[in-house]
């Protein structure tokens, strides 16, 4: 039968443990709620009704157009190949290279990667760490610490040690626990920011692309100016030698013919540029790149008016700024567990023994269990104010994190706005250009027959050509903006939308995709 002595060891052993564990329990770290952002009840600029030519997207009601609900970040929802609803398979296979080999999408896959490793990091912390040590000890100990005199001999030996040692700390007050919730935070936010950088690219590539078919308008245009100046050029100079008009006339379209074809030339270092920049986001150089001349089709793909706020809630810049408020909560609790103690257990087991050959003998066994030096549990006391500084460190990074991500918020409210109202705008806009156009042709049309009959002066039909040029690299230009608009609404939008889907690509590509999924 136990001694009383007995049984009252083991009641304060089993109260002691079970203390640790409800130590180890208790989190110091602020319940973390996704801080409430101003929202209004409808995008302004929203249309009433549209339509699409996207059979996956369906129009709302219009009952319900533009109307949307609190952003609540969703990015790990999948948003398909957006790109496609242009049907431009050129576009497509852009895509697909920059998605493979661009360099920036690489290093963002890495930087995910890092912080995996940091949460792994982090989260062994939770869990005993054992090394295992073998060599000799050349010692030699004091009298003093024999309880000997002090002019007592104390020889000098060598001790071999043959050991298994464990260290672990208790999670008091949740800091070890604070700091894996920070770090999954992180880990999350660059996941996050992954994905912002593969929006990014995707919409760059499109923009680009864009673009660069709108200058191949832009020459498409001068190349048949060249043409008529040309034409007009030579009619002018049999007027001349026919002794119908003078030499001003014929300098005049010798000065019209040259400026064409040097605006001509200033269209095509343009670009150059602008192919150079999209080699460089395919991940190619540019003497490896080149894009045949395509002139820019109108483009007929419509983004759905009526919007559900879910498109919004998935875009990744939202998404990072609210994992980084996460982050940021989680280190209050880290900081707050520093005014607490902190217990170490430690231990050893091994052998240790005079002589190399009797170490492993049953006899020789030792261990230690308790700190290797100091104390076990640590409780602070004074440091100067570092552990207050601290945490006051931590709840302003935690306000300065929510009024960031209010900000960004707001930012992707009005990115949505713009973009609407310049597809609504320059539909509006191309109609009115269309007719200045059909106008201008007229006019010129006109100026020239009545310059035949000698009706009108040259200057008259110089001044009718160039307003048929101007009109119709305007309308150029309004075709390469409403293009670049609808991209940038799919932008702002985060990405694609309805039941979209998207093939699994080959290569480096697939894998930095691969990395955002896992």
């Known amino acids: 039968m136990k001694s009383f002595e007995q049984m009252s060891g083991l009641g304060r052993a089993a109260a002691s443990t079970l203390l640790m564990l409800l130590l180890a329990a208790c989190s110091l770290e602020p319940t973390y709620k996704r801080p409430d952002s101003a929202t209004p009840a409808a995008f302004k600029e929203a249309p009433v009704s549209a339509t699409t030519t996207d059979a996956a997207a369906t129009p709302l009601p219009a009952s319900e157009a533009g109307t949307w609900k609190t952003a609540e970040p969703a990015e790990e929802a999948h948003r398909g190949e957006w790109w496609t609803i242009f049907g431009d398979s050129t576009l497509n296979d852009l895509e697909k290279q920059a998605a493979d080999a661009n360099q920036n999408l690489k290093a963002a896959a890495a930087r995910v990667q890092e912080s995996r490793a940091l949460t792994q990091q982090a989260r062994a912390d939770w869990f005993p760490s054992f090394d295992a040590g073998f060599g000799p000890t050349r010692e030699r100990l004091s009298p003093a610490s024999q309880f000997l005199p002090n002019d007592t001999h104390v020889p000098t030996q ?3 040690r043959a050991q298994v040692t464990a260290a672990y700390e208790v999670d008091l007050f949740g800091r070890v626990s604070s700091n894996v919730n920070a770090a999954r935070a992180d880990q999350a936010q660059s996941e996050a920011l992954f994905r912002s950088v593969q929006l990014a690219l995707q919409a760059d590539v499109a923009q680009n692309y864009f673009q660069l078919r709108e200058f191949d308008t832009q ?3 001068y190349r048949q100016t060249v043409t008529l100046r040309e034409d007009a050029l030579k009619l002018v100079e049999r007027r001349f030698n026919e002794g119908d008009i003078n030499e001003l006339d014929v300098s005049r379209a010798r ?3 040259a400026t064409a074809r040097a605006d001509a030339v200033g269209v095509a270092r343009q670009r150059a540029a602008s192919e150079h920049g999209l080699a460089i986001l395919l991940g190619k150089a540019p003497a490896d790149f080149s894009f045949p001349e395509t002139p820019l089709a109108p483009v007929t793909a419509r983004v759905p008016a009526g919007l559900p706020s879910a498109l919004l809630e998935r875009r990744p810049d939202i998404a990072a700024a609210e994992r980084a408020m996460a982050g940021a909560n989680a280190r209050i609790g880290l900081a707050k ?9 430690t231990g050893a087991f091994g052998y240790e023994s005079t002589t190399l050959g009797d170490l492993f003998q049953w ?11 100091g104390t076990a549990l640590t409780v602070p006391l004074f440091d100067g104010g570092r552990r207050k500084a601290n ?3 931590a709840r302003a990074k935690y306000d300065e994190d929510v009024a960031q991500y209010r900000q960004q918020v707001l930012v992707a409210f009005r990115e949505v706005e713009d973009n609407l109202s310049d597809l609504r705008l320059l539909g509006d806009q191309t109609r009115e250009q269309s007719d200045a156009v059909n106008a201008s042709k007229r006019a010129e049309h006109l100026s020239q027959t009545q310059y035949q009959e000698g009706q009108v ?3 008259d039909v110089i001044d009718a050509q160039r307003q048929t040029l101007q009109s119709q690299l305007q309308l150029s230009h309004l075709a390469g903006t409403q293009a670049v608009a609808t991209v940038n609404l799919i932008r702002a939008l985060g990405g694609g939308w309805g039941d979209v889907k998207a093939d699994v690509g080959s290569g480096d590509g697939a894998q930095a995709q691969q990395v955002a999924k896992q």
């Open 158 to 160: 060598t001790l071999w």
């Open 363 to 373: 006899s020789s066994r030792a261990f230690l269990l308790g700190p290797f030096a």
């Open 255 to 257: 000065n019209e013919l």
């Open 457 to 459: 002066a040259y200057l």
């Open 337 to 345: 567990s520093a005014f607490f103690p902190k217990l170490d257990i």
């Open 219 to 221: 020459l498409s245009l």
């Open 391 to 393: 945490l006051a460190n």
